[in-house]
């Protein structure tokens, strides 16, 4: 199995920036694709972010491109979040999710997930 501690989110005035982190653990940190999720209320859980060590192949939603820059670190196994220029549209509960690989689009259910951080944008 393996385990993912999301961490990261708070309150930011739009315009502003956060940066996630997802720990990961329990298995080899490269048999995963690795993604950023997030689900806002009344709203279906959306992928984000997604990327795998094989092979630095990186996706994002179209929504967050230009904006979204997610890295790793093999050696912390960790994956990060950078968000820079945040909307309030982008205020929801943001999840990471180990999968076999990267799908289009990405999965939202299956896998293995992490617990939410809370991200809130004020306008």
């Known amino acids: 199995d393996v385990q993912l501690q999301a961490s990261g989110g708070g309150l930011v005035q739009a315009g502003g920036s956060l940066r996630l982190s997802c720990a990961v653990s329990?298995?080899?940190?490269?048999?995963?694709?690795i993604g950023w999720f997030r689900q806002a209320p009344g709203k279906e859980r959306e992928g984000v972010s997604c990327?795998?060590?094989?092979?630095?192949?990186?996706y994002y939603a179209d929504s967050v491109k230009g904006r979204f820059t997610i890295s790793m670190d093999n050696a912390k196994n960790a994956v990060y979040l950078q968000m820079n220029s945040l909307k309030p549209e982008d205020k929801a509960v943001y999840y990471c999710?180990?999968?076999?690989?990267?799908?289009?689009?990405?999965?939202?259910?299956?896998?293995?997930w992490g617990q939410g951080t809370q991200v809130t944008v004020s306008s």
């Open positions: 999710n180990a999968a076999p690989d990267i799908y289009h689009p990405p999965r939202t259910s299956g896998g293995y």
């Open positions: 329990g298995d080899t940190f490269d048999h995963y694709a």
């Open positions: 990327i795998t060590s094989r092979d630095d192949t990186t």
